[in-house]
């Protein structure tokens, strides 16, 4: 079913169930709980998928197969729950095992229902009790605190156990009756509002989630939806279904389409993102970049760590045969030589010939007239897909491109930074015309990033001030718009995404940081408490987030605008 190579590991199917062979330096990633990778502040309780294994095996699939269809079709958490009198410890121990390794490979958290015991020997990720389990304090004491803790409550008095717990989530009973539970008592729309109002009067000092379970489908779940839980628990609308992609992806997109308040153009556009990032992860695209030797090295580790692969060469008698096997080309002018012209060029030519998309970064233009005479002469004879810039590069080009003094002026260009400002309506239309003019996506980035087609507009507005203090974050962010490229057809979406990627992981990573150097719990990744950070320890914890940042966080997170026909 799937074959995947892996930087330092390989992920294959055999006799139809996933196996993992690892090597000891992906070990140090891979062989450990999922927590100890992403905080359990961020995980997405959205789409809750609990096994069921007679269900599944009726399908003619293992469990395993199950699970793994449905990662692939959006789920954003698991729980294995096994109520079969068939199964011995020891078999129940080995499917939580293999489970555990298909939901690390995805980075998705697995709970384990009831068995504490199975939870404890797989280092599984959490686990979920109901009132007939052992009591969630004890629970607790048993996992300790790192790990998630789920439990079941029907009213105050469950409740308030549960908070004394530290628990992480509670799950209602069954909101209507369900082929898993078709003699339980079910609480309605009612019950689930009622579990809210008591969860709401409670002063908490963290964010207990809720999740709803029983009888959701898609015919129901936007009603569950409005009672505002934070997740829907479902078994048979995906775990019974015959196609279980399908049936993930119907319900990730009803769950999706909630989050935005029904806007389904900006569903779709979210949804695109985190479609071209599953595929950056999946098809691991050959990314070449003709880039500034200052950051060759750190551009080419945060493509690896997203999951790209790079090519980092400027020889010109390679140019023709490395574009001919790469997925997208990157094009960063920041350190000129005639060598690298050359291989410009020559990059570019065969990237046209052969359709492939072509980011450019047109580092410091107007600071010199050969580098404004490079950039145009790049942008006159070939297809570049984007372009992307800085505030004062952009409004260098538009001024050149449009003989427009004033927006010359409003920008000073300083080396290849460039200091000044310009309102945003301004930008707007500078992008938006630009992009008309050579027929591509254009970029301008700063405190709030403008990607447009001429068209459409993307509107970024995530902000990490501490980026600006990193060298060669640009150049970076140009990369990874390259590796979006190479899996997404739309320059648009690939140019937008590759933008937020970075911005938000910055933002994930400053919050993190701030909370361990200062103190200070966050109840949003867009904090007004930003500090600066020493440089070395945010870049170590940015590299950090570009590896650890789910695909499900990525869409979780997203904070963008999006606009048609502006």
Known sequence: MLKRSLQSGIIKQTSSILTIKTTSKWKRNFGCSLLNLVNKELIDYSLYVVTDTLQSNQQNRTIEETIQLAIEGGASIVQYREKSNNLSNREIYQTAKRLKEITQFYQIPLIINDRVDIALAIDADGVHVGQSDLPPKDVRKLIGQDKILGVTVGNEEELNEAIMANADYIGTNAIFSSVTKKDTDTIGLKGVQHIMELKNSKKL?????????????????????????????????????????????????????????????????????????RQIKKKRPLIHNITNYVVANQSANALLSIGASPIMSLHPKEMENLVNISNALLINIGTLNDISIEANHLAAKTATKLGKPIVLDPVGFGATDERTRIILDLLSNYNISIIKGNLGEICKLYSVTFNDSQSNERVQIKGVDSEGEVNLLLKKRMVKELAKKYNCVVCVTGEVDLISDGKRMIQVNHNEPNLRNLTGIGCITGSIQASFSAVCDDPLISASAGIAYVALCGELAGSRLRKKLFGKTEGTVNSIFKPALPNETFREKLFDQFGNLTVQQFYQFLDIEYSEEF
């Open 205 to 277: 000092i963290s964010d207990l989630k809720v999740v709803g379970i029983g009888g959701l489908k898609k015919e129901n779940v936007k009603q569950v939806l409005n009672c505002g839980i934070d997740g829907v628990a479902v078994v048979n609308s995906i775990i019974g279904q015959k196609d279980v992609i399908s049936a993930t992806k119907e319900l990730r997109h009803l769950i999706d389409l909630h989050k935005n308040n029904n806007d389904i153009n900006l569903t779709r556009v979210k949804e695109n993102f985190r479609e071209s990032l």
